[in-house]
């Protein structure tokens, strides 16, 4: 059974950073695309950052880039979030996702975890 579980959400002030982890289970996505999700209550899940296969090209939401970090450690098939200079609009469940390259839809999904940034 493919798992993705995330950890390390919290409630921080404004300024503050968090650290998120999504640790996979069932299959090795060394090869995959890998991503962090957000939803904010009354808003539509949009896409934070991704790490894209193996070759580790990353991507990021214009409204994260220079303040949020995406990496990998396929040893412990693993991947992070680092979140510096959080704002309140950061709040939102996040959520890990993983899909084979060759899908275009995340296929697995994590369960999610609370962000909460207080101003």
């Known amino acids: 059974q493919v798992q993705l579980v995330e950890s390390g959400g919290g409630l921080v002030q404004a300024g503050g950073s968090l650290r998120l982890s999504c640790e996979g289970s069932g299959r090795t996505f060394s090869s995959d695309a890998m991503g962090w999700f957000r939803q904010a209550p009354g808003k539509e899940r949009e896409i934070v950052a991704a790490v894209i296969g193996s070759g580790g090209n990353t991507v990021y939401a214009n409204s994260v880039k220079g303040r949020f970090t995406i990496s990998r450690d396929n040893a412990k098939n693993t991947i992070y979030l680092q979140m510096n200079s959080l704002k309140p609009e950061d709040t939102a469940v996040y959520y890990c996702?993983?899909?084979?390259?060759?899908?275009?839809?995340?296929?697995?999904w994590g369960q999610g975890t609370q962000v909460t940034v207080s101003s």
């Open positions: 996702a993983a899909r084979r390259l060759a899908i275009q839809k995340y296929e697995y």
